[in-house]
């Protein structure tokens, strides 16, 4: 069944930095997982790069909005190789393929009423480019919720988008669905907003002149939020059915829709839960399975800010892969980050201690043990085991369903907890069975040969499974226990207890040094 998995298209009016690594790594590990799983998978990210803070930012440096969004295009997409990503797409709001499409989906929302023109009158948030009314702007003490700047007062000719002619289905389809958005803290902020009343929202602007032109009246262009939501679609080609001029793109695309999972930050989470949906409904198009909603990434206990000097940007980042490589990096990303409701602390203590405590000490580790021993007590090969894996088997089975479960439910730390959990099960194993000693005795070689192969094949199994996190180390074990032919085969196979054939060639491998 194929999969669809998004990141938010990133604003390109500043350069990539820890939310942007962070959101589109927790994606790609999620998407590596499904395709280990042999799901037919499309990952998509890309940039925003309309709005009228591109413009003041193109304006500020001396350069055209499309020069600067060129500029910070390729930045982001520089970052995705730099990072390893697997994206399978990178849509800009800038190319005809999405301008065309979205024209396309706006003219039929006016041609069945689901925009009409009028008049705002309220007030605006510049840097989160998001209408308040009047009561909503007051319970704000007038302040942005995101960056606490004062909002400015606004009157403008727009047109708008029917919003609370769908109120009730909107309430029906949460009712339905009540686990649409994750974590529930963010569900219950949303229905909570709900229940005061949807107001009608602008969906074009006549102060700025960077955007997508209205439909048959451009003196308009279309607020850089609704551009900017019609991508999870026109990179699949839903707004070209026919083929007029993006060709064969919703043939090629259009199975992936509707996406399993729109991964966001808290801070944009109306769009994506409210106004969203909307617009799907206005369109009739079928809903996205979930949208979840991650917290933001703290430094040191307090709000990241470059004017305090605890901002984590690109060149920090880039010095962290220099140090402790880029697995260490993704994997700090995804078990140690705020994909739930609490913000995370990143801390360069904490991300040295994780790294030794999990990757060096464990993943590192046990590994290192079981085919040091192999190596030293059978020449390298793969023990015969007379027990025919014991109670290990089970056990695998056991963390194999777990990890799957977590991976559906984008639970990453329980998802990375299961191959944990059974190499700290291997490491306590040998030294209780301390093969070392058994070893000594020759008439115990069955014996031995039991407690290593045991402990390859499980080694082996939880290696699969941390794959997502971590694919250039678990490539090196893969191929120190001979594993490569196995790569293209699902997880469902390579999952499977008994692979490592007696006599198969084993490597002793060092996969994280200490640092």
Known sequence: MPACITTPIYYVNDRPHIGHAYTTTVCDVWARAMRLRGEDVFFLTGTDEHGVKVEKSAAAKGVTPQALADENAAEFQRVLKVFGLSNDDFIRTTEPRHEKQVQAFVKRLLESGSVYLGTFEGWYDEGQEEYYTETKAKELDYKSPISGRPLARATEQNYYFRLSAFQQRLEQFFASNPGFVQPTARQNEVLGRLREGLQDVPITRTNFTWGIPFPGDEKHVIYVWIDALFNYVTAL???????????????????????????????????????????????????????????????????????????????????????????????????????????????????????????????????????????????????????????????????????????????????????????????????????????????????????????????????????????????????????????????????????????????????????
């Open 237 to 515: 080609g839903y707004g070209d059915r026919d083929g007029a001029f993006t060709g064969d793109l919703f043939a090629r695309r259009g199975k992936y829709w509707p996406a399993q999972y729109h991964v966001i930050g808290k801070e944009i989470l109306w769009f994506h839960a409210v106004i969203w949906p909307a617009l799907l409904m206005a369109l009739e198009l079928p809903m996205p399975r979930r949208i979840h909603a991650h917290s933001f990434w703290i430094a040191d206990g307090q709000k990241m800010s470059k004017s305090m000097g605890n901002f984590v940007d690109l060149p920090t980042i880039e010095g962290y892969f220099a140090k402790y490589g880029l697995d260490a990096w993704r994997w700090y990303m995804a078990t140690q980050g705020p994909l739930q409701a609490s913000d995370a602390d990143f801390r360069a203590q904490h991300f040295h201690d994780t790294y030794t405590s999990e990757l060096v000490n464990v993943v590192g580790n046990c590994p290192s043990r079981v085919t040091a021993m192999v190596g030293k007590y059978f020449e390298g090969k793969m023990p015969a085991d007379a027990q025919q894996g014991g109670e290990w088997p089970a056990r695998c089975s056991a963390a194999a369903d777990a990890w799957a479960k977590a991976i559906d439910e984008l639970d990453l730390v329980a998802a990375a907890q299961a191959p944990m959990g059974l190499l700290r099960e291997v490491d306590a194993f040998i030294n209780r069975t301390e093969p070392f000693k058994v070893a000594k005795d020759p008439s115990r070689a069955a014996e031995l040969a039991s407690i290593l192969a045991q402990c390859a094949e499980t080694v082996r199994i939880a290696g699969v499974m941390l794959e997502p996190f971590l694919p250039a180390k678990m490539a090196e074990l893969r191929t120190a226990l001979s594993g490569e032919a196995d790569a293209a085969l699902p997880a469902s196979q390579r999952l499977q207890w008994g692979r490592l054939a007696p006599g198969t060639p084993l490597a002793k491998c060092a996969l994280f040094p200490r640092v």
